[in-house]
C-alpha cells in the first residue's frame, strides 16, 4: 500500500512510526560512534602513557628507533582523535545554522516548505569525509603502534 493512499488515522501513526524509528536508529549510530571514538582515545592515550612508562624504566631502549615510532604513532592517534571531534563539531553547527537560516526563509515565505525539506536532506546526506578519515586513521595509527611494540618485543 502506498503512502499516499492510506487513510487517517493510518497516515499519522505511519508518520509517528518513522519518527520514532528515525530517531532510534540516529541515537544508535551517533552512540556507536561515540563509544569507538571512546575506544579509540583510550587506547591511543593508554598506550601512549604505557611506552612512556616502558622507556622510563628502560633507559636502554630510549636511543632505539622503534619505541620513538610507537610513541609517535599512539601521539597521532590521539590527535586524530581530537580532530575528529573538532570536525563532527563543525559540521553539526554547520548543519544546524543552515537549517536555522532555511526555517527563517521558509517562514518568511522565500522558500516552499519542500525547498526547507530537500535542502535539509541535501546537506544531511553528504558524507563528511574528515571525521571517517580521522576515526580510521586514529585505528591504523594504534595497530601500527601496536604492532611495532609486539614485533620488537617478541625478537
Known amino acids: 500500500m502506498k503512502q499516499s493512499s492510506l487513510q487517517e488515522p493510518f497516515k499519522s501513526q505511519h508518520r509517528e512510526y518513522v519518527a520514532a524509528r528515525w530517531r532510534q536508529l540516529s541515537d544508535l549510530s551517533n552512540d556507536s560512534a561515540n563509544q569507538a571514538i571512546r575506544y579509540l582515545y583510550i587506547s591511543n592515550s593508554g598506550a601512549a602513557a604505557g611506552v612512556i612508562t616502558f622507556l622510563g624504566v628502560f633507559e636502554e631502549l630510549r636511543d632505539q628507533l622503534w619505541p620513538r615510532w610507537m610513541l609517535i604513532l599512539f601521539f597521532v592517534g590521539v590527535l586524530l582523535v581530537g580532530i575528529f571531534w573538532a570536525s563532527r563539531y563543525h559540521r553539526t553547527e554547520y548543519l544546524f545554522k543552515r537549517f536555522r537560516d532555511d526555517v527563517h526563509l521558509c517562514a518568511a515565505e522565500k522558500i516552499e ?43
Open 113 to 155: 516548505v519542500e525547498d526547507l525539506e530537500m535542502r535539509d536532506w541535501q546537506r544531511v546526506n553528504k558524507t563528511a569525509w574528515l571525521p571517517l578519515i580521522c576515526a580510521y586513521s586514529s585505528f591504523i595509527c594504534f595497530i601500527g603502534g601496536a604492532i611495532i611494540g609486539l614485533t620488537n618485543l617478541i625478537k
